[in-house]
């Protein structure tokens, strides 16, 4: 019976790792599926650990929101060592259904029609990662009817003083709480923002990509057997 493994980055905060958690429970009743949430580091079940452990087909969803060296070597890396049939998938975003649920996390902080938005990014020193990024703060701005401008917090782009303006609205590209979060909220403070989003966290639009990832590849096996 095929499983589904996901994969994030991991934090020493408690609370970014329950998204993990709960983004995988969710996605494993509504498929009917056995599911584990696992960790690239700072917390257990480290992924590598899973793989090595694995004797059962399984479809891996890393919980990431663009390429990166994870994705492109650390993931692929460990699903070599398993002894398991296992298809690894590619990262969260930039997608349509992301872009949704930050869309629902500016309008419960309260921002509103219009408003400027700038999505702030943890960063990466990946030029595809930005080409990710580039992307899915497109994908934003789409739903949210607006244009929607793009900081990190570091390595390539501009950071959140150079880009966030007195009375816009702050979309956080992150999916839990940690370090990245209470700086970028920090920082988005500062330069004056008026409305700061929560982090995509658990949210059901996620769920639904995850569920929608599984699918996919449990159709594509079927379709060649």
Do not use: K
């Amino acid at each position: 019976m095929t499983t589904l493994v996901t994969v994030a980055h991991g934090t020493r905060h408690a609370a970014g790792n329950r998204v993990a958690s709960e983004l995988t429970a969710a996605a494993g009743r509504r498929l009917g599926m056995s599911a584990t949430a696992s960790y690239v580091e700072l917390c257990e079940p480290l992924f590598a650990d899973v793989m090595r452990g694995a004797r059962e087909p399984a479809v891996v969803v890393p919980l990431l929101l663009s390429t990166g060296y994870h994705v492109r070597h650390d993931l692929p890396a460990a699903v070599a060592e398993t002894p398991a049939p296992v298809v690894l998938g590619g990262p969260l975003g930039p997608d349509p259904l992301i872009a949704a649920a930050q869309v629902d996390r500016l309008v419960e902080a309260g921002a509103v029609a219009g408003q400027p938005v700038v999505m702030v990014a943890a960063g990466s020193t990946d030029p595809e990662a930005t080409t990710d990024l580039e992307g899915a703060a497109r994908l934003l701005g789409e739903l949210w009817g607006a244009p929607v401008r793009l900081a990190t917090l570091g390595a390539i782009g501009s950071r959140p003083a150079d880009v966030v303006r007195p009375g816009d609205a702050v979309s956080p590209y992150l999916l839990a709480p940690g370090h990245f979060a209470s700086r970028g909220r920090a920082d988005a403070r500062a330069a004056g923002a008026s409305v700061i989003a929560g982090v995509i966290g658990a949210h059901p639009r996620v769920v639904d990509l995850i569920c929608q990832r599984v699918v996919r590849v449990l159709m594509g096996e079927r379709a060649s057997a």
